[in-house]
């Protein structure tokens, strides 16, 4: 109805428009110009001639208009009359479609608000005419609400994070104070003793630097941000360097290494980064693998691709666990007293890296066998 109306009242304006227009030049040519275009045109468009009057019976001279001057004439107004009116109609047109393009936006952009501020239903606020809008809001919605749940998620990990950080601070701090202070007091205690209190008071010192190095770990993250230095990285010489100087923890773990690459593999990419990945994976491997197993270490190469996995045998990881280890701050090991893991950022990190180089990280457990899959291209 409002928009017949509108119609409507552009036809009458248009009209109103006209009819002034033809006013306006009746009193200009009538008063203004004051019969000089009637000279102009008596002088351009008539012609006197003799003719043969019947009524007379004999010859006159006849003053009458010049046709084809005339048609001409004609022809120029009906022409300029034309290409006015067509010129009033695109300009009403176009500040009418301005008008009407603002409004439409303005009522989308508050229906729009007012969907993404509410929990009304899109069907009950965007009329049929802005069905596509509806659709593509809905996904926005929920796209933004997962990534809301995703980084509070995130972000009461942390904060439990920090929070048993500074609880278990506590722990190693007070025995090194109370093993220290019985060294200060007792001095004459026995040699054996003495070096079993410090081998104790070491030992909780070094818990106290790992918890340390968690908390710096997380700043770390928040500061820094990944520049990549690619060049053509030898895969086979990195991974037997980086098994070396995992030896002492692999002992201690009673674990062993178990690689397959060709010796010649290459792929391009950031030496330093790379390396921080793999690391990354192979210390989560060691932490999680049962004693006296073998982690195996082997890589296949496809016309663009080079595929490398991480094998080792330990608890099986749970489905709903597995899909949420690559995520920032989130620990396999809920309870605080594993030593197992650290900051939760490990994997977070090796996952952020790997899409830098356009690659993939996934993982899989099954059977006590826990394998990471990492797809790098081979060239740049």
């Known amino acids: 109805m409002k928009s017949r109306i509108s119609k409507l009242f552009a036809i009458f304006t248009i009209l109103f428009v006209g009819i002034i227009l033809c006013v306006g030049l009746y009193y200009f040519v009538d008063r203004v110009l004051n019969g000089s275009f009637v000279e102009w045109f008596e002088g351009n468009y008539m012609i006197t001639q003799e003719q043969y009057i019947p009524e007379a019976n004999s010859y006159g001279l006849v003053r009458q208009p010049s046709y084809s001057e005339l048609k001409t004439l004609l022809f120029w107004i009906f022409t300029g009359n034309l290409v006015f009116w067509l010129i009033v109609i695109l300009v009403v047109s176009h500040f009418r479609a301005k008008a009407a393009v603002r409004k439409a936006v303005t009522k989308i952009s508050k229906t729009i608000h007012e969907f993404m501020q509410s929990e009304k239903d899109a069907a009950d606020l965007f009329p049929k005419e802005y ?29 439990d994070l920090i929070a048993y950080l500074a609880h278990d601070l506590k722990t190693p701090l007070t025995s090194v104070i109370g093993y220290l202070s019985l060294l200060g007091e007792a001095v004459d205690m026995p040699t054996q003793q ?17 918890l340390i190095n968690e908390f710096f770990e997380i700043t770390r993250y928040n500061l820094q941000s990944i520049e990549l230095e690619k060049e053509t990285i030898n895969l086979c010489y990195m991974m037997v360097q980086m098994t070396d100087e995992f030896y002492p923890l692999l002992q201690a773990h009673r674990n062993s290494t ?36 073998v982690i195996k270490i082997w890589a296949k190469r496809t016309d663009k691709n080079v595929q490398i996995y991480f094998q080792n045998k330990g608890k099986t990881i749970p489905a709903h666990k597995l ?32 899409t830098l180089h356009n690659g993939t990280i996934t993982a899989n457990s099954q059977d006590e066998l826990t394998t990471f899959y990492v797809t790098l291209p081979i060239g740049p």
Request: negative net charge; charged residues 30%.
């Open 323 to 354: 899909e949420m280890i690559f995520e920032k701050f989130f620990r396999l090991d809920e309870a605080r007293a594993s030593n197992t893991g650290g900051a939760g950022l490990g994997l977070a990190i090796a996952k952020e890296i790997i």
């Open 258 to 293: 178990e690689l397959n690459f060709d010796e010649d593999l290459t792929l391009y990419g950031d030496a330093t980064q790379l390396a921080r990945v793999f690391n990354n994976i192979l210390k989560n491997a060691i932490a999680y693998s049962y004693p006296d197993t």
């Open 131 to 159: 069905a596509e809008i509806s659709t593509q809001m809905v996904e926005i919605k929920s796209i933004m609400r997962q990534h809301e749940q995703i980084l509070k998620d995130e972000a009461n990990r942390k904060n």
């Open 194 to 210: 003495r070096e079993k209190y410090v081998n104790i008071t070491l030992d909780k010192a070094k818990r106290l630097e790992a």
